[in-house]
């Protein structure tokens, strides 16, 4: 289905303008047959902040939005897949072009500035599938024009709690004015206190939902030792590490389009992206787990990126440039990886130390 999906559409969908080619692939997401996930490799399962992921690649928040395609995702062999961001009320982003290829980097600028279908749209599609399986969580973020961001992340937290295997408070994107703002100590920290307090409330039988925290690859060391401090002590389950970066690395080709505003991520983001990881995993000391995103393109990718710190990944740009039959490859890779007694948790966070020993990459 994956080989036949990459085929047919990939030629077209490269030729497209790149906002209509996502909402083409989107639609053809929807047509997508229903029925089982293929079996997976039993010793790629793992349990990470509570939650039994089938398998550690994730689809990262931005591809589906609005909630519209979890399932179809899941199927094609994600182990999981975070919807979003999803903002309150609806907003239209960005005016368009908002999306760019740079495609001798094999990286991706957007500034697509949350467009959202708004949360009631959003709450609607995952109540429509509750009870479906699989994991599905849930990227949160504030509308650009309310006068109460935190107020927005407390009202998502409220509004999803139901739905949501996993919450991501997204303080990081770059295509937001001021959200970074979100990223500072005393605010951070009233963010926290108020999201911990609001998802104890709207606690389900279940138990809590999981919360991370998703940051920026651009904070300095000394912004992630504040970050990192408040998480612990707040007690939040995981940190995603990280978003798109605002940074333009010497090394990139497509030089017209890297001038464009926006955040960069796909292969150009992956040294810079798992430096920070590793940078985390060393402060975290074990406190909560980390999902490494940023850059992953094939197995070896995905393994370094758990040897630097990651429990689970995610890939979005990766897919634009190599197609769906990546998540297979990922998983073949890292399935081979594990042919001794090893598990994959026994890898996670191996390199840490000797990656923050490494020169700083250059951005
Ligand atoms: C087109 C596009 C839209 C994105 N939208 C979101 C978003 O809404 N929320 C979010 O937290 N991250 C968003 N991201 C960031 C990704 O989730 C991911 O963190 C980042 O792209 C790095 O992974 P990658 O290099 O595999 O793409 C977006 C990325 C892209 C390319």
């Given at each position: 289905?994956?080989?036949?999906?990459?085929?047919?559409?990939?030629?077209?969908?490269?030729?497209?303008?790149?906002?209509?080619?996502?909402?083409?692939?989107?639609?053809?997401?929807?047509?997508?047959?229903?029925?089982?996930?293929?079996?997976?490799?039993?010793?790629?399962?793992?349990?990470?902040?509570?939650?039994?992921?089938?398998?550690?690649?994730?689809?990262a928040?931005?591809?589906?939005?609005?909630?519209?395609?979890?399932?179809?995702?899941?199927?094609?062999?994600?182990?999981?897949?975070?919807?979003?961001?999803?903002?309150?009320?609806?907003?239209?982003?960005?005016?368009?072009?908002?999306?760019?290829?740079?495609?001798?980097?094999q990286g991706v600028?957007?500034?697509?500035?949350?467009?959202?279908?708004?949360?009631?749209?959003?709450?609607?599609?995952?109540?429509?599938?509750?009870?479906?399986?699989?994991?599905?969580?849930?990227?949160?973020?504030?509308?650009?024009?309310?006068?109460?961001?935190?107020?927005?992340?407390?009202?998502?937290?409220?509004?999803?709690?139901?739905?949501?295997?996993?919450?991501?408070?997204?303080?990081?994107?770059?295509?937001?004015?001021?959200?970074?703002?979100?990223?500072?100590?005393?605010?951070?920290?009233?963010?926290?206190?108020?999201?911990?307090?609001?998802?104890?409330?709207?606690?389900?039988?279940?138990?809590?939902?999981?919360?991370?925290?998703?940051?920026?690859?651009?904070?300095?060391?000394?912004?992630?030792?504040?970050?990192?401090?408040?998480?612990?002590?707040?007690?939040?389950?995981?940190?995603?590490?990280?978003?798109?970066?605002?940074?333009?690395?010497?090394?990139?080709?497509?030089?017209?389009?890297?001038?464009?505003?926006?955040?960069?991520s796909g292969r150009?983001l992956?040294?810079?992206?798992?430096?920070?990881?590793?940078?985390?995993?060393?402060?975290?000391?074990?406190?909560?787990?980390?999902?490494?995103?940023g850059g992953?393109d094939?197995?070896?990718?995905?393994?370094?990126?758990?040897?630097?710190?990651?429990?689970?990944?995610?890939v979005y740009s990766s897919l634009v440039f190599?197609?769906?039959?990546?998540?297979?490859?990922?998983?073949?890779?890292?399935?081979?990886?594990?042919?001794?007694?090893?598990?994959?948790?026994?890898?996670?966070?191996?390199?840490?130390?000797?990656?923050?020993?490494?020169?700083?990459?250059?951005?």
């Amino acid at each position: 289905m994956i080989g036949l999906f990459d085929h047919l559409a990939r030629p077209l969908l490269s030729q497209l303008e790149a906002e209509n080619a996502h909402q083409l692939a989107i639609k053809a997401l929807k047509l997508l047959p229903r029925g089982a996930a293929a079996a997976e490799d039993a010793r790629l399962s793992v349990r990470v902040f509570g939650l039994n992921f089938p398998n550690p690649v994730g689809m990262a928040a931005g591809f589906d939005k609005h909630g519209e395609v979890p399932d179809a995702l899941l199927r094609l062999g994600f182990g999981f897949v975070e919807v979003g961001t999803v903002t309150p009320q609806p907003q239209p982003g960005n005016p368009r072009p908002r999306l760019f290829r740079l495609p001798t980097d094999q990286g991706v600028i957007n500034r697509l500035g949350f467009n959202s279908e708004g949360a009631r749209a959003v709450l609607a599609r995952l109540a429509a599938r509750a009870g479906a399986g699989g994991i599905v969580g849930v990227n949160v973020g504030a509308n650009k024009d309310s006068s109460d961001r935190v107020g927005d992340y407390v009202s998502l937290i409220e509004t999803f709690a139901p739905v949501a295997s996993y919450f991501t408070l997204n303080i990081s994107s770059p295509n937001t004015p001021g959200l970074r703002d979100l990223q500072q100590g005393r605010l951070f920290d009233e963010l926290l206190a108020r999201v911990v307090d609001t998802r104890e409330r709207a606690s389900r039988q279940a138990g809590l939902v999981p919360l991370l925290i998703k940051i920026a690859p651009d904070v300095s060391l000394s912004e992630l030792d504040d970050f990192v401090g408040a998480a612990r002590r707040r007690r939040v389950d995981g940190m995603i590490v990280g978003n798109t970066t605002v940074a333009r690395p010497p090394s990139l080709q497509d030089r017209k389009i890297a001038r464009e505003a926006g955040g960069l991520s796909g292969r150009p983001l992956f040294a810079l992206s798992t430096r920070m990881l590793a940078e985390t995993y060393v402060r975290v000391e074990g406190a909560f787990p980390l999902v490494g995103t940023g850059g992953i393109d094939s197995g070896r990718a995905a393994l370094a990126k758990m040897r630097a710190g990651a429990s689970l990944v995610q890939v979005y740009s990766s897919l634009v440039f190599r197609g769906l039959s990546l998540v297979g490859e990922i998983k073949a890779e890292l399935a081979k990886a594990l042919a001794g007694p090893q598990a994959l948790p026994d890898l996670v966070g191996m390199d840490a130390a000797a990656v923050t020993a490494q020169p700083w990459p250059r951005y």
